[in-house]
C-alpha cells in the first residue's frame, strides 16, 4: 500500500484547492515558520480521524475550517482527501484506488466518505485497524512526540508496541468483551432483584387471588338475586303509575271549565280597563297643562328678584366711581408740583458734574508725565538687581560645592574607619562560623542516626496496623453477613407474624371466630411443625382439614357455630379432641418411604388427633417418576417428596406444585422457630463485636504510639541542621567576599579624598572673586536707590489725587441719573391718573341707561304675573270635574279583577292538584329509572334482558329479599380484594417463569464471555512477547548503528507476570556515559534513541507511510547525515514524508515541496524535483 497523494482545501490556512503528490520515496517538506507546513501533517491526522483539538493546535474542532483574510471572505467548509495504492492488498477492499475523505460545516455538521461514498468513522478506522495507519500511530511523529515516547506521556510507548504487534483488535475486542460482561453481570443483578421482588409478590397474589374467585361467586349469586328483586319492584311500579295517568285526566278537565270563566271576566276587564286609560291619558294632559302654568309663574317671579338685585347692583358701582374719580384729580394735581422742583434740581446738578470732569483731566495729564519718569528709572534698578541675584546665585553655589566637598572628605574619612573597624570583628565571627560549621555536621550524623531508628520502628508499626486492619475488615463482614441474616429473619418474623395476626388465607368464618370466639382454641394448621423438605407434602395430604378447629369437647364446637349463625359468617368445622383415643400406632416400614407421622412436631395432647389424620400415610425419600407412586399397596397413602401427587385408597390426585405450596403448615411453631434463630443470630453478632471492640482498641493503641510524628520531628529537625550549615557555609563565603570589598573600599576612599582637597583649594579662589564684585554692585544699586525713591513717591501722591477726582466725578454722576429716573417716574404716573379717569366718567354714563331699562322691563313682568295667577285659578276648577270620573271608572275595574282571582285560584288549586299527582308519577318513574340505572351500574345489566335462573325463579319476594340481604352483608364485610389478581397471578407467573429462562440464558453468556476474555488475553499476549522479543533485537542493532557498536541499550517489561498492561522501560547507554534515567541524555541523543525505537518497530511492521515532523531539529550534521542514511535505507519499504529546516535533510529528498504564503494568512505550496542535481556529501571528511 502506498500514499498517493493528498488533496486540502479551506482547511486552516489553505483556502484553495491543494494537491500534493507522494509519488516518490521521500519527500521533504520545507518553508518559513508559520507558513503552514505542519498543517499538512495536521490535515492528514485529521482526515484519518483524530478527534482531539489539542493534537491538532485547536480549541475547537471548527476552527480547522479557513477563518478568512483582510482580502479574503471565510470557508464555508474544510474538507480534506487522501488517496492510497492498495498495491499489496493490505486494506480489505476490492478496489486499486482508495481513497478517505472528511468534510465539516460551519454549521457543525461533519461528513466521512470512502471513495466519495457516505460512510462513519468506525468504518474507516475499522478499515486501517493494524496497518500501521492511523490518527495516533506511529507513522506520524512531531518533534514534541519524541519527548512523549521517551516520557511514556500518556502510555505513548505502549500504543505504539501493540500498533506494531497487531493487537490493537484484539484489546478492543477484549474492551468490548469486559463492557459485554460488566453488562451481563449488571443485568443478572438486575434479574436476581426482579425475580425475589416477584417471587415475594406470587406469594401475595395468590393468596388474593384465591380469595378474589370466591367473592365473584357470591357476586354472581347476589347479581341474579338482586336483579329478580328489581324486576319485581319495576312492574309494580308501572301499575301504579297507570291508576296515576286516569285521575291526572279528570284534573285537566275541570281546569278548562275554569279557564272558559276566566276568559269572560279578563274580556270584560280590559273593555273598561281601556276606557280608563283613555280617562287616565285626559287628566294627566290637563294635569301637565296646569303644572306648565304653575312652572311660568315661578319663572316670572325669579327674573323680576334678578332684575331688582341687578339694579341695587348698578347703583353701587355708581358711587364707588365718583369717588375714584375725585382721588385721580387730587393725585395728577400733586404729582405735576412734584415735576417743577425735579427739572430745577436737575439744572444744578449738571453744571456741578462739568465742574469736577475738567478738574479730573487736569490731575491725569500731571499722573502721565510723572509715570514716563518712574518707568525709564525702574529699568536701570532693574538691571542692578539682576546682576545682584546672579553674582548671590555664584557665591551661594560656590560656598556650597565647598561645603559638600569638606563634608565627603570627612564621611570618606569617617568609612575608611568604619571599614577598619568592621575587618576586625569580621576576623573573630569568621572564627566562631567554621567552629559552628563542625558542630552542626557532628548533629547532622547524630540526627540521621535517630531517623534510621524510628523509621524501622515505624515500618514494624504499619505492618502491625496493615494485620489489624485486615483482621478487623474480615470481622466487619462477618457481622455484616450475620446482620443481613438476622434482618432477613426478621422480616420474615414481622410478615409470618402480621400474616397469623391478621389470619390472611383463611375464610371469613374463621378470622370471625379469631376476633370474637375464643383465641386460645388453635386451628390445625398452627399445631403441626415438620422441616420445611416436607411441608408441601403433608400440607397437600391435610389441605381440606388444615383450617379445622380443635376442640375439647362437643359443646364448644356448637357455641362456636351457634355464633357464626347469628352473625350470617359462614360455615367452620372442628376435630373434637375427646372423640379420639390415646393410642398411637407403630406405623409399617416401607422400604424408599417415610411415615408422615414421624415427620411431623406436635404437642402431645393433639398426637391422637395427628395419628389418625396421617396413620398409613408415607412420604417418599426421594422425588421418582409419577408412575412409581402407583406400585405401593392401597392400604397405605403415599405422597411424592414434592407433593405434586398423591395416591389414596381408589384414588390419585396430583399435578404443578404452587410457589407458596407448603408456606401454610405450621405458621406460629414456625414463628416461634424464628424467634429463637433470632437470638441466637444476636447473640453471635454481640460476641463478634467485642472481638471487633478488642481489634479497634489495638489499633487505637498502635495509633496512639504513632511514630510518624517522631520521624517528621526528626527529618524536619535533620532538615533544619542541613538549612542552618547551608546558611552558615553561604555566610563564611559571603564573610570572604566582604572582606574584600571593604579592602578595596578604603583603597578607593583614600584616592577621592586627595581629589577632594585639590577641588577645595580651586574653588576658595573663585569665590574671594565673587565677593569682591559682589560688594562693588552694592555700593552702584544704593545710589541709584535714592533718586528712584524720590521719584515713586511723587508718582504714588499723584496717583492718590487723580483717583479721589474720579470718586468725585462718579458721585455727581449717580446723583444726576437719580433726579432724571424720578422726574420719568412722576411723568408715568400723571398719564395713568389721566387714563382711569376718562375710563371712570364712561362707566357712569352706560350705569345710567342700564338703570332706566331695567325699570321698564320689572314693569312689564310684573303685569305678565298678574294674568298668569287668574288662568291658574280657572284650571285647577277643570281638574277637579276630571278627576272625579277617572276613580269612578277604575272602582268598576277593581271588581272585574277580584272576580279573576277567583277563577285562578281555582284554577291553581285544581293544577297544584294534578301536580301533585304528576310528581307521584315522576317519582315512580325516577324509582324505576333509578331501580334501572342501579342494576347497570351494580350488576352491569338491564332489567328488561334479565332471565331468573331455576333457583331464584320460584321464591316469594321476601325470601328474595333476605337471600340479597344475606350476600349483600357477606360481600359488606369480605374486605377488599383485588378484582385484577387472578388475571395479575397468571400474567406475573409466566413472566416469573420467562424470567427465570432470562437468567439461564445471561448465566450461559457470562460464562461464554469469560471464556472469549481469557482467549483473547492468551492470544494478545503470546503475539504482543513475540514482538516484544524482535522489537528488542532490533532496537540494539539500530540503535548501536546509530552511535557506536560498544554502546549498550535495552527494552525491558517491568511487570512480565502482566506484559499486555504494564510500562516498557528504555535503557540507552552511550560509550563513556552511565545515564541514571534516559531524561539525563541530551537532545539530540534523545533524538536518536527515540528514532532507533521507531525504526526498530518498522522492521517488524513496515508503516506503509512515515511524517517526521522537524524531528530532525535537535540534531548535529554528522547525525543528520545518520538520521538521512537510514531513511533512505528504509525508503525501499515505506514512503517517507519529511517536514525539515535543515538544509542536508533537504538535499536528500527526491521531491521536495515548498510552502510558502502569497498572500498573508493563505498557504500555496510548490515543487522541485532534488534527482535532476548532483549531490555532494559536504562532511564526508568528517565522518572518516
Known amino acids: 500500500m502506498r500514499l498517493k497523494n493528498l488533496e486540502i482545501k479551506g482547511f486552516k490556512s489553505f483556502a484553495d484547492d491543494t494537491v500534493i503528490h507522494f509519488n516518490e520515496a521521500v519527500t521533504g517538506i520545507v518553508g518559513p515558520n508559520g507558513s ?23 480549541e475547537h474542532m471548527v476552527d480547522v475550517i479557513f477563518n478568512g483574510t483582510k482580502k479574503r471572505k471565510e470557508a464555508p467548509l474544510a474538507q480534506v482527501t487522501l488517496t492510497f495504492e492498495n498495491t499489496k492488498n493490505l486494506l480489505p477492499l476490492d478496489y486499486h484506488n482508495i481513497s478517505i475523505s472528511r ?86 443483578a438486575r434479574i436476581e432483584d426482579l425475580l425475589f421482588e416477584i417471587n415475594n409478590n406470587l406469594v401475595e397474589l395468590e393468596k388474593q387471588a384465591k380469595r378474589t374467585k370466591k367473592y365473584f361467586e357470591m357476586r354472581d349469586k347476589y347479581k341474579s338475586t338482586g336483579l329478580l328483586l328489581a324486576h319485581i319492584s319495576v312492574q309494580r311500579l308501572k301499575e301504579k303509575i297507570q291508576g296515576l295517568n286516569t285521575q291526572i285526566e279528570a284534573e285537566i278537565i275541570k281546569v278548562q271549565d275554569q279557564e272558559v270563566l276566566l276568559h269572560q271576566s279578563e274580556a270584560d276587564h280590559e273593555k273598561f280597563k281601556k276606557s280608563h286609560l283613555d280617562q287616565e291619558k285626559n287628566l294627566g294632559d290637563f294635569q301637565r297643562k296646569v303644572n306648565e302654568i304653575l312652572d311660568s309663574i315661578r319663572l316670572t317671579e325669579s327674573e323680576i328678584q334678578i332684575k331688582e338685585q341687578k339694579k341695587l347692583l348698578i347703583k353701587n358701582q355708581q358711587e364707588h366711581v365718583l369717588k375714584s374719580s375725585m382721588d ?105 562560623i567554621q567552629q559552628e560549621i563542625d558542630d552542626s555536621n557532628k548533629r547532622i550524623q547524630d540526627i540521621q542516626v535517630v531517623i534510621a531508628d524510628i523509621s524501622k520502628a515505624e515500618e514494624e508499626r504499619q505492618a502491625t496496623l496493615v494485620t489489624l486492619r485486615s483482621q478487623i475488615d474480615t470481622q466487619t463482614q462477618k457481622i455484616g ?138 412420604i417418599q425419600e426421594h422425588d421418582s417418576q409419577l408412575e412409581d407412586v402407583i406400585k405401593f399397596p392401597d392400604e397405605v397413602s403415599v405422597i411424592s417428596l414434592s407433593g405434586s401427587i398423591v395416591k389414596q385408597k381408589n384414588t390419585i390426585s396430583g399435578g404443578s406444585v404452587g410457589l407458596f405450596e407448603g408456606k401454610k403448615l405450621g405458621r406460629k411453631k414456625h414463628l416461634e422457630k424464628l424467634e429463637q434463630d433470632i437470638k441466637v443470630l444476636e447473640s453471635e453478632v454481640l460476641d463478634m463485636d467485642r472481638a471487633l471492640t478488642y481489634l479497634k482498641n489495638e489499633q487505637k493503641k498502635f495509633d496512639l504510639i504513632n511514630k510518624q510524628q517522631e520521624l517528621v520531628a526528626a527529618r524536619k529537625q535533620e532538615s533544619e541542621y542541613l538549612q542552618r550549615l547551608a546558611q552558615i557555609s553561604t555566610k563564611q563565603q559571603h564573610f570572604n567576599e566582604l572582606k574584600e570589598r571593604i579592602e578595596l573600599r578604603i583603597q578607593d576612599n583614600t584616592e577621592k579624598q586627595i581629589t577632594l582637597r585639590k577641588n577645595q583649594e580651586e574653588k576658595s579662589i573663585d569665590l574671594s572673586k565673587a565677593k569682591s564684585s559682589y560688594q562693588e554692585l552694592i555700593n552702584s544699586i544704593s545710589q541709584s536707590d535714592q533718586v528712584f525713591d524720590k521719584v515713586s513717591l511723587e508718582l504714588s501722591q499723584s496717583a492718590a489725587a487723580f483717583n479721589q477726582s474720579k470718586l468725585e466725578v462718579m458721585k455727581w454722576q449717580n446723583t444726576l441719573d437719580n433726579i432724571t429716573k424720578d422726574l420719568e417716574y412722576k411723568t408715568r404716573q400723571i398719564d395713568e391718573s389721566s387714563r382711569q379717569l376718562d375710563h371712570d366718567l364712561k362707566n ?46 277604575r272602582n268598576t275595574i277593581s271588581e272585574y279583577e277580584g272576580k279573576i282571582r277567583t277563577a285562578q285560584r281555582n284554577i291553581s288549586d285544581i293544577q297544584s292538584m294534578t301536580n301533585s299527582l304528576k310528581d307521584q ?64 397471578y397468571e400474567e406475573m407467573k409466566t413472566r416469573f417463569d420467562k424470567i427465570q429462562e432470562q437468567r439461564l440464558d445471561i448465566q450461559t453468556a457470562q460464562v461464554s464471555l469469560l471464556e472469549t476474555i481469557k482467549e483473547i488475553e492468551e492470544t494478545a499476549t503470546a503475539n504482543f512477547l513475540m514482538a516484544f522479543n524482535q522489537v528488542r533485537v532490533h532496537f540494539q542493532d539500530v540503535f548501536r548503528s546509530l552511535f557506536t557498536s560498544d554502546d549498550d541499550c535495552d527494552l525491558i517489561l517491568l511487570d512480565e507476570n502482566d506484559p499486555l498492561e504494564c510500562d516498557i522501560d528504555i535503557v540507552a547507554k552511550p560509550k563513556g556515559k552511565r545515564p541514571k534515567s534516559i531524561h539525563q541524555l541530551s537532545g539530540g541523543e534523545k533524538t536518536l534513541t527515540a528514532i532507533a525505537l521507531l525504526f526498530s518497530l518498522y522492521l517488524l511492521k513496515p508503516a506503509p507511510f512515515c511524517i517526521f515532523d522537524e524531528v530532525d531539529a535537535p540534531l548535529d550534521d554528522i547525525n543528520i547525515e545518520k538520521f538521512n542514511t537510514i531513511i533512505r535505507k528504509f525508503s525501499s519499504d515505506s514512503q517517507f514524508i519529511i517536514i525539515t529546516h535543515n538544509k542536508l535533510t533537504m538535499a536528500e529528498v527526491d521531491v521536495l515541496y515548498g510552502v510558502y504564503m502569497e498572500q498573508q494568512g493563505i498557504s500555496n505550496v510548490a515543487a522541485v524535483d532534488f534527482r535532476k542535481y548532483e549531490h555532494d556529501v559536504v562532511l564526508s571528511g568528517m565522518e572518516n
Open 328 to 432: 385721580a384729580k387730587s393725585k395728577i394735581e400733586v404729582l405735576k408740583q412734584d415735576i417743577l422742583l425735579i427739572e430745577t434740581e436737575i439744572a444744578k446738578t449738571t453744571l456741578e458734574v462739568d465742574k469736577v470732569n475738567a478738574y479730573s483731566s487736569g490731575l491725569g495729564l500731571e499722573y502721565t508725565e510723572i509715570q514716563s519718569r518712574y518707568d525709564g528709572l525702574k529699568i536701570g534698578v532693574d538691571q542692578y538687581y539682576a546682576q545682584k541675584q546672579q553674582l548671590e546665585k555664584q557665591v551661594f553655589d560656590l560656598e556650597k560645592e565647598i561645603a559638600i566637598q569638606l563634608n565627603q572628605y570627612e564621611n570618606f574619612d569617617a568609612d575608611t574607619n568604619r571599614n577598619k573597624d568592621e575587618l576586625e570583628q569580621r576576623t573573630n565571627e569568621f572564627k566562631s
Open 921 to 984: 308519577r315522576s317519582e315512580f318513574n325516577y324509582r324505576i329509572q333509578s331501580s334501572y340505572e342501579k342494576a347497570m351500574i351494580e350488576f352491569n345489566t338491564n332489567i328488561d334482558d334479565f332471565v331468573p335462573d331455576q333457583e331464584t325463579e320460584g321464591m316469594e319476594e321476601e325470601q328474595l329479599r333476605d337471600r340479597a340481604m344475606y350476600y349483600k352483608v357477606r360481600l359488606d364485610n369480605y374486605g377488599e380484594i383485588n378484582p385484577l389478581a387472578l388475571e395479575a
Open 844 to 889: 357712569l354714563n352706560n350705569q345710567e341707561s342700564e338703570l332706566v331699562q331695567l325699570d321698564l322691563d320689572l314693569m312689564e313682568l310684573k303685569k305678565n304675573l298678574e294674568d298668569r295667577f287668574e288662568f291658574k285659578k280657572n284650571m285647577e276648577a277643570d281638574l277637579s270635574s276630571l278627576e272625579q270620573e277617572y276613580y269612578t271608572i
Open 36 to 58: 503552514g507546513k505542519s498543517n499538512i501533517v495536521d490535515a492528514i491526522r485529521w482526515v484519518l480521524g483524530e478527534q482531539k483539538g489539542r493534537e491538532l493546535r485547536l
Open 481 to 618: 453477613e450475620i446482620n443481613r441474616r438476622k434482618d432477613a429473619k426478621k422480616n420474615e418474623y414481622e410478615l409470618l407474624k402480621s400474616m397469623v395476626e391478621k389470619m390472611e388465607g383463611f375464610p371469613e368464618s374463621i378470622r370471625f371466630l379469631n376476633q370474637n370466639w375464643r383465641k386460645d382454641v388453635p386451628v390445625l394448621t398452627d399445631l403441626i411443625y415438620t422441616d420445611e423438605k416436607y411441608r408441601s407434602a403433608i400440607e397437600l395430604y391435610l389441605e381440606s382439614t388444615l383450617n379445622y378447629y380443635v376442640v375439647h369437647s362437643e359443646s364448644e364446637a356448637v357455641h362456636a357455630i351457634r355464633l357464626l349463625f347469628s352473625n350470617a359468617k359462614g360455615k367452620a368445622n372442628f376435630f373434637i379432641l375427646d372423640k379420639f383415643k390415646n393410642e398411637i400406632t407403630e406405623p409399617v416400614v416401607i422400604p424408599g418411604c417415610i411415615s408422615a407421622y414421624s415427620l411431623i412436631e406436635v404437642d402431645s395432647i393433639y398426637k391422637p388427633l395427628l395419628n389418625y389424620l396421617l396413620k398409613d400415610v408415607y
Open 103 to 188: 468534510l465539516l460545516y460551519r454549521s457543525g455538521e461533519s461528513e466521512y466518505r470512502l471513495n466519495n461514498v457516505t460512510c462513519r468513522l468506525k468504518d474507516i478506522t475499522s478499515l486501517f485497524l493494524d496497518t500501521g495507519v492511523g490518527s495516533d500511530s506511529y507513522a506520524i511523529i512531531a518533534l514534541g512526540m519524541v519527548e512523549d515516547i521517551l516520557s511514556n506521556k500518556e502510555n505513548a510507548r505502549r500504543k505504539m508496541f501493540e500498533q506494531a504487534a497487531g493487537i490493537s483488535k484484539y484489546k478492543a475486542r477484549k474492551r468490548e468483551s469486559i463492557n459485554k460482561l460488566k453488562a451481563t453481570n449488571e443485568d443478572l
